[in-house]
């Protein structure tokens, strides 16, 4: 019967599937940072419709929020690789998980900075407004700049989670890191490219886990 070591660490199984998991790998991080990127910014768009559009959009923008932060990622997910192609909108395995993991992380976001930018006195805006600046510097130089100290610790935070949903992808048959293992692992019979992939998320991730407990800990001393 073999051991434990032979089973889940076979270091000979690793030789094989690694190139498989580092392309994996590529796959995974590429996929974070398009989601991170383009989900954040949509995010802070759709903050400030909500704290300052006409009241239309105010409307939309919390429905987008609401729906989004209600819904699972994988629900998403499926919908719009396997539902959208029955309306003619046919996407690739990236395209949707981008999409997918980008409208939930949108919403988290608008969230995050819109608790951002209503901790700031009222005060400060109505001083700019007195000296005339236009609106937009006021949310550009005044506004954004306190909301991000605010809200980049929770952002940070979130922007991991969702690092981590990226294996979530696998489902529509995206190679990130979670498929190649899948896929090594039933190619070898064995266990232990999945014990590889966990060891990849810990080493690409824990810095950035350790980046958010940095962040925290620099917020609350600049509170204090």
């Given at each position: 019967m073999p051991g434990f070591v032979e089973t889940f660490l076979n270091a000979e199984v690793f030789v094989r599937i690694f190139p498989?998991?580092?392309?994996?790998?590529?796959?995974?991080i590429l996929l974070a940072l398009t989601t991170i990127t383009l989900g954040g910014l949509a995010g802070v768009?759709?903050?400030?419709?909500r704290l300052y559009g006409p009241r239309p959009v105010r409307m939309l923008a919390v429905l987008h929020v609401d729906v989004f932060r209600a819904l699972?990622?994988?629900v998403v997910l499926v919908l719009i690789y396997y539902a959208l192609p029955f309306v003619g909108i046919r996407l690739?395995?990236?395209?949707?998980?981008?999409?997918?993991?980008g409208l939930v992380f949108?919403?988290?976001?608008?969230e995050v900075f819109r608790a951002?930018?209503?901790?700031?006195?009222?005060g400060q805006t109505e001083a700019a407004k007195a000296l005339g600046m236009p609106f937009w510097a006021i949310?550009?130089?005044?506004?954004?700049p306190q909301a991000f100290r605010v809200a980049i610790p929770p952002h940070t935070s979130n922007s991991v989670a969702i690092a981590k949903d990226t294996s979530l992808a696998s489902v529509v048959a995206m190679p990130d890191l979670l498929k190649q293992a899948t896929d090594a692992q039933?190619?070898?019979?064995?266990?232990?490219?999945?014990?590889?992939a966990a060891i990849m998320y810990l080493i690409v991730l824990w810095p950035a886990v350790r980046l958010v407990s940095y962040l925290e800990e620099r917020f609350r001393a600049v509170k204090r």
């Open positions: 498989m998991l580092l392309r994996g790998v590529g796959n995974t768009l759709i903050c400030l419709a699972p990622i994988l690739n395995a990236f395209t949707s998980a981008t999409l997918a993991l949108s919403a988290f976001t608008a951002g930018i209503q901790s700031i006195p009222d949310i550009y130089k005044i506004i954004l039933a190619l070898t019979a064995n266990p232990t490219p999945l014990i590889a």
